[in-house]
């Protein structure tokens, strides 16, 4: 394959990689946008790792990879101060990164 093939397939991998998790995921995680920007971050990368350690294409290994990276960035991101007190309709508000303060 050539070397614009293989951009074009790391590329559209994670599009679609990022499309599926930020339709699945939808407001739990990082933004839909988010998601296609990181999947193809992470196909390109996880492409060239698969071309340079692996025999094959590097397709099957962007792949797999793209799924680990999306779900780890989208697991382990900076929730709301909402998310945390778990109360929605709350007036708190964050004062520093380790307290609150409600406002009545």
């Known amino acids: 394959m050539s070397e614009i093939t293989h951009i074009y397939s790391f590329i559209t991998v994670g599009l679609l990689i990022g499309f ?19 999947g193809v971050v992470a196909g390109i990368i996880n492409g060239y790792i698969g071309l340079w350690f692996l025999p094959g ?8 990879g793209t799924w680990a990276f ?5 697991a382990f991101h900076y929730h709301h101060i ?11 508000s964050v004062v520093n990164d380790l307290t609150y303060e409600d406002r009545k």
Do not use: C, M
Not at 20 to 34: A, C, D, H, P, Q
Not at 57 to 64: E, K, L, N, R, S
Not at 70 to 74: K, P, Q
């Open 82 to 92: 909402e998310d945390i007190l778990l109360y929605p309709d709350s007036n708190a």
């Open 20 to 38: 599926i998790t930020g339709s699945t995921i939808k407001k739990e995680g990082i933004s839909f946008n988010g998601n296609l920007f990181w």
């Open 70 to 74: 999306l779900f780890l960035v989208n």
């Open 57 to 64: 294409d590097g397709v099957f290994f962007a792949f797999q």
